[in-house]
């Protein structure tokens, strides 16, 4: 079955940076396009950034742009979310995902905070 697993996050400062990671298992990882969402307490959840299978397309929400790079590695099944200058209104619990299942990890929580 779709297993993903989120590692990475943490407290950090404002301006400081993170590299979450999310190990996928159970399916085909090179062929499937992913996404990083993130939820917020009381918030809905929301999209942060997408890439293709190929990892040559990419797409960020407008609250990331130029702040957060996703990327990915085939050979080793796992995506990534690079984060800088990490702003207070970036915590939240952060999750990835396959456009095309159903299936969520259990997330990493991220604190930004000074």
């Known amino acids: 079955q779709v297993q993903l697993v989120e590692s990475g996050g943490g407290l950090v400062q404002p301006g400081g940076s993170l590299r979450l990671s999310c190990a996928a298992s159970g399916f085909s990882f090179s062929n499937s396009a992913m996404r990083w969402y993130r939820q917020a307490p009381g918030k809905e959840r929301e999209l942060v950034a997408g890439?293709?299978?190929?990892?040559?397309?990419?797409v960020y929400g407008d609250s990331v742009k130029g702040r957060f790079t996703i990327s990915r590695d085939n050979a080793k099944n796992t995506l990534y979310l690079q984060m800088n200058s990490l702003k207070p209104e970036d915590t939240a619990v952060y999750y990835c995902?396959?456009?095309?299942?159903?299936?969520w990890g259990q997330g990493t929580q991220v604190t930004v905070s000074s």
């Open positions: 890439i293709s299978s190929s990892g040559s397309i990419t």
């Open positions: 995902k396959a456009t095309r299942f159903d299936s």
